[in-house]
């Protein structure tokens, strides 16, 4: 059985999922300390953040994201998800506007408590003198190379 969904649909999808595990308060200690994956990106305009979401921004995570998922057991439905919708490239997508999907994430347990203490560990990770920036890029390495063993 597939899920018929509109392209908004499931970029909305995507971003209430984030929103209700909190993702978003880790998000604000990342820009806080002068990071942000959008950084450059022309469809990002200062003050009012990005003028036009699409599936590919919407799918991908930074290492902090997939640290995060992983922990509440949610990176696999994640990665699941967005691997049965087509078009996405950096920064943009070719996404048609309708497609088929096996199902959505079930969102009705989700909690941004978790979110915000992890956004809360941060917080002190950087005012101890961390550095967020290289976390990030380490967490999204060990991520890259888990993922390639299981080629192997």
């Given at each position: 059985?597939?899920i ?22 880790i ?34 995570l ?33 996404t ?57």
């Open positions: 059985m597939s018929e969904i509109k392209r908004e649909d499931i970029i909305q999808h995507g971003l209430k999922v984030l929103q209700l595990v909190g993702s978003h308060y998000c604000e200690v990342c820009i806080k300390s002068g990071n942000s994956c959008c950084q450059g990106c022309e469809l990002l305009k200062d003050g009012l953040g990005c003028q036009k979401r699409n599936t590919s921004c919407t799918a991908w930074c290492g902090l994201q997939k640290f995060f998922l992983n922990e509440i057991e949610l990176l696999d439905e994640w990665e699941n998800l967005w691997e049965q919708v087509p078009g996405q490239w950096f920064r943009r997508d070719n048609p506007e309708t497609i088929k999907i096996k199902s959505l994430l079930n969102h009705e347990q989700l909690d941004s408590k978790i979110g915000k203490l992890m956004a809360e560990k941060l917080e002190l990770f950087v005012k101890e003198g961390g550095n967020i920036d290289k976390l990030e890029r380490k967490l999204n390495l060990d991520f890259d190379l888990r993922n390639s063993e299981n080629f192997i």
